[in-house]
């Protein structure tokens, strides 16, 4: 039939239709033609090496543009690897799908090529799982998948397209009424927004308030609430705090930023307005000796569960945008601000002074062999001199991940990505490239230890061959947390001249990588040479590695943050 179209043209088309841009993933069996199809009808696909990152990618792709981002995976295996990234997503409660190719429906169960419940083996990990069992179906399931990632709160969804789906024609009238029906049944769930006398509450709980403290996390970045943060903190002089992929909702270098003097603002305050983070184990749960005991806490959060397993002394259920807009709005009202020499508003203040000028004394020193602080000032120092639109900064380690949330500074909303709520490894080049499609014209500036590197370096390749803007910097200790630190007697047993469990290569030489697929390698272990290269791949915004050395023993082992200010 020359008027026909099968299951991979249908599935591609309702993709463009419900507004797929990008995608990301690896092709094969099944799939290849739904990528080709894809490509035909405007939407990018970026092809990479292993779906775990390409899933990364997809997860963060999501949050960086409030649209889900979408992976596509061959079957069984495919699929298996791709759950990292729809995890990664549902933990960060981020806008995923994950399609997936799977066996033909008559072989089920006979042990088929790639056989595997795709179905069920996605569910632990996504808000919503469907199998699309007929190629009618494709366009309402797409529909579904797209609609549920993004409603309330955001995550992961699941698509399982059989082969024998997509082998399936229908003609293209019929199509298109598919088309057509799928896109007028879609309802997208109204965002809430809480009473205007649980307002009023917040806003007399933050006036009454002694020791106010404003909290935010990715959930405002992802909501886009930055304006509406700005004004509340300006207006109300309270200070706040930024979990770490919070930084730049409001400028890190601004004058009530509470974020060097993290233990005296959640140890000290009274009332805590936390807006779009969730009090876990990156806020000690909400918990004394960390917080006081007495604090009462405002949770303004899009998901009414997560409220209710928190029990704050005031929830309030919605957008955080939405809600902040009503507070600015009931504060403007009736208006009310600390001053800069309220005792609570100067505490914080002479304490974050104090612990800045403290650090600065610290990253003054230019220390070689490299410790962290010395590359990470200079790293710092460039990536301000770039000025806006400033660059995202992917930062993925152990050490090098938590000296780089206190040395680094964010400026803007957005250009923070790490290890996220689940302390993620691995996530680093995905990360890179969802940023630097999301935000073509944003430099993309990766700061990564070698271990968090290693778990996706043949990523490089997809930078050079997709000449994205990315600039990947090693932080080269020797291994997990700085190679062997094992004392004379654990070094024992019939297999004691293994390397140890933490140490990689001496002086690996991960700049030729990249060089290997054409894009610019450096290797420094001076405070000018850094400078050089730094300098030089910002402007030529190609991609590149540098390739730092850190002396090994500079490093210390790392897991749960560390805050000791």
Request: aromatic share 6%; hydrophobic share 40%; with cysteine.
């Amino acid at each position: 039939m020359a008027d026909s179209l099968d299951g991979n043209v249908l599935a591609a088309k309702s993709l463009a239709r419900f507004g797929v841009t990008h995608m990301f993933g690896v092709v094969g069996i099944p799939v290849t033609s739904l990528a080709n199809c894809a490509v035909q009808l405007g939407i990018r696909f970026i092809a990479f090496h292993n779906e775990q990152s390409a899933g990364y990618a997809a997860s963060a792709y999501g949050y960086l543009t409030g649209r889900p981002g979408l992976l596509l995976t061959v079957s069984g295996p495919g699929c298996v690897h791709g759950l990292a990234g729809l995890s990664n997503a549902m933990i960060n409660t981020w806008p995923m799908v994950m399609i997936s190719g799977s066996c033909d429906q008559k072989d089920c169960g006979r042990g088929d090529f790639q056989e595997l419940d795709q179905v069920e083996a996605a569910k632990p990990f996504s808000k919503f799982s469907v199998k699309a069992k007929d190629i009618k179906e494709i366009p309402n399931c797409v529909a579904k998948v797209l609609d549920h990632a993004v409603s309330g709160r955001p995550g992961g969804c699941y698509l399982d397209l059989p082969t024998d789906v997509l082998h399936q024609t229908i003609s293209e009238s019929e199509a298109e009424n598919l088309l057509a029906e799928a896109e007028k049944g879609r309802i997208l769930e109204e965002t809430r927004v809480p009473p205007s006398s649980e307002i009023e509450k917040a806003v007399t709980l933050l006036r009454k308030a002694e020791r106010p403290l404003i909290v935010f996390g990715k959930g405002a970045a992802y909501g886009r609430a930055e304006e509406e943060l700005r004004k509340l903190v300006e207006r109300t002089g309270i200070p706040f705090l930024p979990t770490p992929m919070g930084k730049g909702l409001v400028s890190d270098n601004h004058e009530l930023a509470a974020s060097a003097a993290r233990s005296l603002a959640i140890g000290k305050c009274d009332v805590a307005l936390v807006v779009g983070a969730r009090l876990n184990w990156l806020l000690h749960f909400g918990e004394s000796p960390k917080w006081d005991k007495d604090v009462k806490f405002i949770l303004v959060d899009v998901c009414e569960e997560e409220i209710k397993l928190r029990k704050p002394h005031l929830g309030l259920v919605g957008d955080a945008k939405k809600v902040l807009e009503m507070i600015n709005k009931e504060i403007k009202d009736d208006p009310f601000c600390l001053g800069k020499s309220h005792p609570w508003a100067e505490a914080v203040s002479n304490k974050a002074k104090d612990n800045v000028l403290r650090m600065e004394a610290q990253l003054a020193k230019d220390v070689v062999p490299f410790n962290f602080l010395t590359p990470m000032r200079i790293i710092r120092d460039a990536i301000l001199g770039l000025g806006s639109p400033a660059p995202v900064v992917v930062s993925e380690g152990a050490n090098t991940m938590d000296v780089g949330r206190s040395v680094l500074v964010q400026t803007e909303p957005r250009t923070r990505l790490d290890a996220g709520t689940w302390g993620t490894m691995g996530v680093g080049l995905g990360y890179c490239i969802a940023a630097a499609v999301a935000n073509p014209d944003r430099l993309v500036v990766a700061v990564e230890g070698d271990s968090g590197f290693g778990f996706s370096a043949m990523e490089v390749e997809t930078l050079v061959r997709y000449k994205l803007p990315v600039t990947v910097i090693v932080f080269n200790n020797g291994g997990v947390y700085g190679g062997d630190r094992r004392n004379p007697e654990e070094v024992t047993g019939p297999f004691k001249d293994d390397p140890a469990p933490t140490s990689f290569v001496p002086g690996a030489a991960y700049h030729t990588l990249i060089e290997a697929f054409g894009g610019k390698g450096y290797l420094v272990g001076t405070p000018d040479e850094l400078k050089s290269a730094l300098s030089e791949s910002f402007s030529a915004r190609k991609p590149a590695v540098i390739n730092v050395i850190i002396d090994p023993f500079a490093g210390a082992e790392s897991g749960r943050m560390q805050h000791k200010n």
